[in-house]
T-cell receptor, first 113, second 116 residues
Framework: DTGVSQDPRHKITKRGQNVTFRCDPI?????LYWYRQTLGQGPEFLTY????????KSRLLSDRFSAERPKGSFSTLEIQRTEQGDSAMYLC???????????FGPGTRLLVL | AQKVTQAQTEISVVEKEDVTLDCVYE???????LFWYKQPPSGELVFLIR??????QNEISGRYSWNFQKSTSSFNFTITASQVVDSAVYFC?????????????FGGGTRLMVKP
């Protein structure tokens, strides 16, 4: 069973550019979560999907953030018009059910110059 | 609202010492789950353990042990005979069964440095 994978692992961009991150969950996991982790802090929940349905998005940090999971498999997280404050590690996790353990991917480190 | 506090931001020990990482949580839910994750320098969060609120039995796995006490809302983690490879940031996390999203709330983490 392969684990959660994320791409890219690192991203450097200039302020104002759009960026998109991809997450591939563990196969057959129907739940997929996105978290953000800033330096020296614990991860902070952003949004989650059950299959292709995005069931919670009120925690997305602003309307510049959006996520999709079009076929219930991989997911993308997009940040439009990036700001320096968006620099962080973006973590994806998946689980096999609502009350099941979440397993995390290696994360995407974003640096906005 | 749920909250997790890890008061120790950084701990430094010498190899072979025992070390305990503290975790205190707050929740209004009667059914909840507690977790510990390890984050090595590579950045990936590695799952270590999960306990539900109805199971207060302590658990031991090799050099790792966990002490869950509902009376003090604590879920502490002990590493016996620490090794350099244990150096990492450790996170305690909580999820509430009553929360449809089952999202995790993390503490701020404890950075453990094990020196040879």
């Amino acid at each position: 069973d392969t684990g959660v994978s994320q791409d890219p692992r690192h991203k450097i961009t200039k302020r104002g550019q759009n960026v998109t991150f991809r997450c591939d969950p563990i196969s057959e996991h129907n739940r997929l979560y996105w978290y953000r982790q800033t330096l020296g802090q614990g991860p902070e929940f952003l949004t989650y999907f059950q299959n292709e349905a995005q069931l919670e998005k009120s925690r997305l940090l602003s309307d510049r953030f959006s996520a999709e999971r079009p076929k219930g498999s991989f997911s993308t997280l997009e940040i439009q018009r990036t700001e320096q404050g968006d620099s962080a590690m973006y973590l994806c996790a998946s689980s096999s059910g609502r009350l099941e353990t979440q397993y995390f991917g290696p994360g995407t480190r974003l640096l906005v110059l | 609202a749920q909250k997790v506090t890890q008061a120790q931001t950084e701990i430094s020990v010498v190899e072979k010492e025992d070390v305990t990482l503290d975790c205190v949580y707050e929740t209004r839910d009667t059914t909840y789950y507690l977790f510990w994750y390890k984050q090595p320098p590579s950045g990936e969060l590695v799952f270590l353990i999960r306990r539900n609120s109805f199971d207060e039995q302590n658990e031991i796995s090799g050099r790792y042990s966990w002490n869950f006490q509902k009376s003090t809302s604590s879920f502490n983690f002990t590493i016996t005979a620490s090794q350099v490879v244990d150096s990492a940031v450790y996170f305690c996390a909580l999820s509430e069964a009553g929360n449809a999203g089952n999202m995790l709330t993390f503490g701020g983490g404890t950075r453990l440095m094990v020196k040879p």
